[in-house]
């Protein structure tokens, strides 16, 4: 299967549960097939958690949600060793994290230790315990939410954490015209809009559109665009925090899956463009100054950058 036939498919599945965000659907799914990890960060009830649930029901593969709260542990996170009477040994039980699609609810609940569990298996596709490293599922796909109006009980994810995510996204409140499509579908029946999505692809698909993904050429003007990007964000005046070598390649890995879906097999730097703010407004931190002055928010100070670099020209 294609991955534009692919993402046509998802996205009318999940269009059938969340609706106006077709924009946002189609940078996560891009995100999906790229191989990254989404955190959704907005206000209660705007349909992250729903997000997530829909796109592992039309995905024919494993689905596991963790609720993060202070008392967390890492060990509830990626498992643990515990004694087997009958081997006279210490058996590992893996924890939630093995599967393929993960919803970390309220991620910014839980201590930076128990959120420290997530480093190695999102990074590296795999969980070391006690010496020992287990391989994560293929695929392997997190979506963590967090709410960004709530300070009480809540725990700052550190900047570590954040470049794990190739983009953060919020999705907003949806127009009127669109509430009013949501209120329709989910006030149809006893039945939920979930309770009726079936699988449009199996596991190996997704896998399959991420090789595709990484055969979309990237020419050296494209590459040389994006460094150009990500290195003026180190020289920003206000910024003292910019853009990791990680993000350079997220955003080099997004623009292909953005391109991939619209059908082509080759970048431009629109895609670039596009993928920008999303990729990278979350890895950046204001200067001191910056902050007092009120200036801009990360997501202006990308588009002031990104608009600042010429773009490539054939």
């Given amino acids: 299967m294609r991955i534009s036939t692919l993402a046509r498919a998802l996205s009318d599945s999940l269009a059938r549960v969340i609706c106006g965000t077709e924009d946002k659907i189609a940078l996560v799914l891009a995100a999906f097939f790229a191989g990254g990890h989404v955190l959704l960060e907005d206000a209660p009830g705007t349909g992250k ?3 997530a649930k829909a796109l592992a029901r039309s995905v024919d593969c494993s689905f596991r949600r963790i609720q993060f709260t202070p008392d967390l542990l890492p060990a509830d996170v990626t498992g643990l060793n515990v004694w087997d009477p009958a081997s006279r040994s210490f058996v590992f039980r893996p924890g939630p994290v093995f599967c393929s699609v993960l919803l970390a609810d309220e991620i910014n609940r839980a201590a930076p230790r128990t959120q420290s569990a997530l480093l190695e298996c999102m990074g590296e596709n795999q ?3 006690d010496g020992v490293s287990y391989p994560m599922a293929e695929p392997f796909f997190v979506i963590a939410t967090e709410n960004p109006v709530e300070a009480k009980g809540t725990f700052p994810l550190p900047e570590a954490q954040l470049d794990r995510f190739m983009i953060r996204l919020s999705l907003g409140y949806p127009d009127k ?5 949501m209120a329709r579908l989910w006030l149809r029946g006893s039945d ?7 699988s449009v692809c199996a596991a190996e698909d997704v896998l399959a559109a991420r090789r595709e993904v990484e055969a979309v050429a990237v020419s050296p003007k494209v590459t040389d665009y994006v460094v150009a990007i990500t290195s003026a964000t180190r020289d920003d005046a206000a910024l003292r925090l910019g853009v990791s070598p990680r993000g350079t390649l997220h955003l080099l890995r997004m623009s292909q899956a953005i391109a991939s879906m619209d059908g082509r097999n080759y970048v431009l730097p ?3 463009k596009r993928a920008a703010v999303p990729v990278l407004a979350h890895r950046i931190l204001s200067s001191a100054q910056n902050r007092l002055k009120l200036s801009r928010s990360a997501p202006e100070i990308i588009e ?4 600042s670099i010429p773009s ?3």
């Fill in 49 to 51: 958690s729903t997000l």
């Fill in 127 to 129: 969980v070391t315990v």
């Fill in 192 to 198: 939920t809009p979930l309770d009726g999505l079936t």
């Fill in 312 to 314: 490539p020209v054939d």
């Fill in 270 to 272: 629109d895609d670039v």
């Fill in 177 to 181: 015209a669109a509430e009013a499509d």
């Fill in 304 to 307: 002031r950058i990104v608009a």
